[in-house]
């Protein structure tokens, strides 16, 4: 095998003297790139180095050639369990929605008049029309079967190889994710996520009593792999919740090397992967990245995903596919909700046999882009001067760091005493890290009202800070 190949060069090298105890290993990239081989191979070779006792990761730098009769070095911060939200001023602010006098920036949705509501009405009225008694039956736990092969040949265009029976309907993709992790794991068990990461994972992790671990996303969007070895060698995690495709906040995805090593190093620690991939069509150069299902197949990943960000939030209609663990997913599914409403499936499935669906993706995702690339004119024209925004490439949030000395919680609080929901960076992490953060949706069509409403958060942020 070609990491077996790459272990054995680099071992002669230690033996031989070339690398000297105490002397950093080339990093994997320069490893995948000098060796031509991917960053998944490059991790195999070092993990195997690691196991052999000739290297030893040290989180965030690189390996390192091990000094004899010293251990490890890193230090790896220990798991804990986030806290459940309970500020009054928060879930005020995540129960605002039926409030028309907030503008929410702080939701990251699309707005209804760039989903195409009108054909989706139109869906429900013609499967209620002719399918009515399933329409307001009981639908089959593991969703309608139709929708199911339309889901696995959308797969198959990506080149992604899907069997509709491991498919299984949920009421939105945090379902699946809920209970992916119901089934992976019990109470007191290790999780890993990413960090920032979206708020109802970690709700989620809270609320099934498990402790979390966090990964930091790099500034380019992508992983610290040696330190994620690092953590998945220090304990037992039994899963990971990872965004790999336009993370939220980020908006940033791992590349193709990146994803693969990631697989490695779980899948060689026996930890399984609960992807979520609810962001993936929402590329805004239109270049869909593929989900991790791509480079496994399904023995060590589980995805989730929805039509929430792309067709229609209010009808709930996810999926996950189960892999290896459909059975117990599907048990799972049938002692917790025995399945979902039929008639949101039905006119789903009615869409996608009418309807391009790639033809809509291309034009939300244009609007999406244009969205971002005007608020962030905007940010740059009313926000005061060290103000920092990141590059996201696609999905549907802005993250942005306030001036230095700056309290997101607090302004979050005036931003909604102005009428304007903006969400606090803390929440999106397990320890409240980014509190000179916040999150912006920009799934808001950019006009007039989205420019003032940015110049009052600027006003704000100028005034507080």
């Known amino acids: ?15 031989q003297g070339g690398l000297g105890p105490g002397e950093r290993l080339p990093s994997i990239r320069q490893l995948a790139a000098s060796h031509q081989v991917s960053a998944a191979t490059a991790v195999q070779a070092c993990l195997q180095l690691e196991r052999e006792g000739l290297a030893e990761a040290r989180p965030r730098i690189g390996y390192f050639v091990r000094v004899a009769g010293q251990g490890l070095i890193s230090t790896v911060p220990p798991p804990r369990a986030p806290a459940l939200i309970s500020n009054p001023a928060l879930l005020d602010l995540l129960l605002v929605d039926d409030n028309a006098t907030i503008l929410p920036l702080h939701a990251a949705r699309p707005a209804p008049s760039l989903l195409p509501d009108a054909t989706i009405a139109a869906a429900l009225s013609r ?21 199911r092969r339309q889901i696995a040949q959308r797969y198959a265009s990506m080149g992604v190889t899907v ?8 009421a939105g993709a945090m379902e699946a994710i809920t209970m992916a992790l119901r089934v992976l794991t019990r109470p007191g068990d290790i999780v890993l996520v990413e960090t920032p990461t979206y708020q109802g994972i970690l709700q989620t992790v809270a609320t099934l009593g498990l402790q979390v671990l966090e990964l930091p996303r790099l500034r380019d969007g992508g992983l610290d792999l040696v330190l994620l070895e690092s953590l998945l060698a220090k304990q037992a995690v039994r899963a990971a919740v990872m965004v790999p495709n336009f993370s939220n906040p980020l908006g940033l995805s791992l590349d193709d090397d990146t994803k693969q090593a990631l697989l490695a190093c779980c899948a060689h620690h026996g930890t399984v992967l609960v992807e979520d991939d609810i962001y993936g069509d929402l590329a805004w150069d239109d270049s869909r990245p593929p989900p991790l299902r791509r480079w496994n197949d399904g023995g060590a990943v589980i995805t989730c995903t929805s039509f929430s960000k792309t067709l229609s939030p209010g009808l709930r209609v996810g999926w996950m596919l189960g892999g290896a663990w459909t059975g117990e997913l599907l048990r799972a599914k049938y002692f917790s909700t025995v399945g979902n ?3 949101p499936q039905l006119a789903i499935s009615d869409y996608l046999a009418r309807h391009d669906l790639e033809r809509h993706l291309r034009k939300l995702r244009r609007a999406l882009a244009g969205n971002a690339s005007h608020m962030r004119a905007a940010i740059d024209r009313h926000w005061p001067a060290g103000t920092r925004m990141g590059e996201p490439r696609g999905g549907l949030s802005l993250w942005i760091q306030l001036p230095a000395g700056s309290d997101a919680a607090v302004f979050s609080r005036a931003a909604l005493a102005q009428g304007v929901g903006v969400m606090p960076g803390h929440v999106f992490s397990g320890n409240g890290d980014y509190r000179d953060h916040v999150r912006l949706s920009c799934g808001l069509p950019f006009d007039q009202s989205i420019d003032a409403a940015l110049r009052r958060l600027g006003v704000i942020a100028a005034s507080l800070f």
């Open 127 to 147: 499967s209620l029309r002719r399918h009515r008694e399933q329409s307001l039956g009981y639908a089959p736990p593991q969703g309608y079967a139709p929708l």
């Open 1 to 15: 095998m070609l990491y077996k190949n790459l272990a054995r060069l680099l071992r002669l090298q230690i033996q």
């Open 163 to 170: 069997d509709a029976d491991e498919i299984i309907v949920t």
């Open 341 to 343: 409403a039929a008639l």
